[in-house]
């Protein structure tokens, strides 16, 4: 077993794949557990439990370990009562139970204010922002990352600027979209396609000239002419590999989300991270960062299935 799980370009069997899958999970939650619960491996602050006769030491707060050691140092010294404490991490560390508890209070608790939004509406928001910029970049970068991977005109033409534009950082442009299009969505939903149309373009046009030469010759040998070539063989030649690249560069879209979401009036998913980290309440951080995450792998395991029942030909096709 030990030989076939290292064997090169040996694939797993079901059952195999599923434990390892499930592997990657386990074990950056035991790497999590281990640094929050064991304290003789990172505990660099001290949570006090008893302050004595340190007038500045209240009880719950955290204090640097060198500070700690020094003010027992003293205490030992001057005959004065010890103050107590347990090692513990920094603030911005919370352990998995908090992050749990704070990831079921978030979709519980309700807002304090009436202009707030519940957590689900603002991750409906997001959601959105996310499904309308990279809709419309698609629409628009699919078709041009096709043209350009087909005919060397349209490659010469295109991909030149392109490549230029994509080293700029879509950010950058908050500015310029909030004053044409406004302080609410439409500038967020710009970031997002900014940030990932000209990658998609790119993508695309490489996916589109790995296309077999052999099934073009073929069909100009059966008479096929250049639209025909291209809407009859070269977009179903690359539209399984083309779903997959989608899958890829959508994830690419969800990076954009909290900077898009930065920009005009503040909303979405972004909007509760900030306030959380400005109130340093880092469980809930990090149970926001955690919902993205699962909202993302939740949607490309939801495709991948999707995409097997539109392409059952790939699945044959892996197994021989």
């Not at 911005?92 to 079921?104: N, Q, R, W």
């Not at 519980?108 to 922002?129: A, F, G, M, N, Y």
């Not at 699919?142 to 010469?156: C, E, M, N, Q």
């Amino acid at each position: 077993m030990f030989s076939q799980l290292f064997s090169v370009h040996s694939r797993l069997d079901s059952k195999q794949r599923f434990f390892v899958s499930i592997l990657s999970f386990i074990i950056p939650i035991i790497v999590w557990c281990v640094v929050s619960y064991a304290p003789f491996v990172w505990h660099p602050k001290v949570e006090i439990t008893s302050p004595a006769d340190v007038s500045y030491f209240k009880q719950g707060t955290l204090i640097d370990r060198e500070m700690f050691d020094k003010e027992v140092e003293g205490a030992i010294q001057n005959n004065q009562a010890i103050p107590q404490g347990n090692p513990a991490n920094p603030v911005y560390l919370p352990a998995p139970h908090e992050v749990a508890t704070a990831l079921y209070t978030a979709f519980t608790t309700e807002p304090r204010r009436r202009s707030e939004k519940w957590l689900h509406e603002s991750l409906w928001d997001s959601i959105q922002v996310i499904f309308w910029g990279f809709i419309l970049s698609s629409l628009v970068a699919v078709p041009l990352g096709i043209l350009a991977g087909t005919y060397d005109v349209f490659s010469k033409l295109f991909e030149p600027f392109i490549e230029f534009f994509r080293y700029l950082p879509a950010p950058a442009f908050g500015a310029l979209a909030v004053a044409i299009l406004g302080i609410h969505e439409a500038p967020k939903i710009a970031i997002i396609f900014i940030g990932t149309f000209f990658q998609q373009v790119l993508v695309v046009s490489n996916t589109t000239r790995k296309l077999d030469p052999s099934l073009l010759e073929a069909a100009m040998t059966l008479g096929a002419k250049r639209l025909s070539l291209l809407f009859r063989v070269v977009v179903p030649g690359i539209v399984t590999h083309l779903y997959k690249d989608m899958r890829i560069l959508l994830g690419w879209a969800w990076t954009y989300l909290i900077v898009a979401e930065l920009i005009g009036t503040s909303s979405g998913i972004t909007w509760f991270i900030t306030q959380q980290a400005r109130y340093k309440n880092f469980d809930n951080v990090y149970a926001a960062i955690i919902i993205i995450g699962v909202i993302g792998l939740t949607t490309d395991i939801v495709l991948s299935i999707l995409g097997k029942k539109i392409f059952p030909w790939e699945k044959s096709m892996a197994k021989v």
